[in-house]
């Protein structure tokens, strides 16, 4: 499983720290661990990721009470689609409004996206997505 992915090529999808969507970051998987409890507080998966063209790699921590966290082995994984409705933008001289397909933080981002991961044909390394409550204990 992950184990044998430090230092591979992966992608990393989250939910968007603004609602609107899933998040897809194509780079390196540099470390992974638990950090341990502390002061009575649960444990917490965390991860260190360098994106793809940057310097500088970035720390993920898995705390939210409804994670929703996806490993993809390689750079190939599937794209989501737009977070924008086509048909719902209007264009006015140099400048276009959108309007996105769903509300932020409404629950089909998130369903739409399980799907299209269910349907593609990719390794998952790590999946911690709190819709499908399957958490593999053989991780670490």
């Not at 969507?21 to 360098?50: A, C, N, P």
Request: with cysteine; aromatic share 16%; glycine share 8%.
């Amino acid at each position: 499983m992950i184990n044998n992915h430090r230092n591979k090529k992966v992608i990393v999808y989250r939910f968007s720290d603004f609602g609107l969507g899933i998040s897809k970051y194509i780079g390196t998987l540099i470390d992974y661990g638990i950090k341990d409890q502390i002061m009575g507080k649960q444990s917490v998966h965390w991860y260190e990721f360098r994106q793809y063209k940057k310097r500088l790699s970035t720390k993920f921590y898995i705390a939210d009470s409804c994670p929703y966290f996806l490993i993809i082995g390689g750079w190939n994984g599937p794209n989501q689609d737009g977070i924008f409705d086509p048909k719902m933008s209007e264009t006015s001289g140099s400048f276009t409004v959108s309007h996105g397909r769903y509300m932020s933080c409404d629950s089909r981002w998130k369903t739409d996206f399980d799907r299209l991961i269910d349907r593609a044909d990719c390794d998952i390394l790590f999946d911690h997505r709190h819709t499908k409550m399957e958490v593999k204990n053989d991780v670490f």
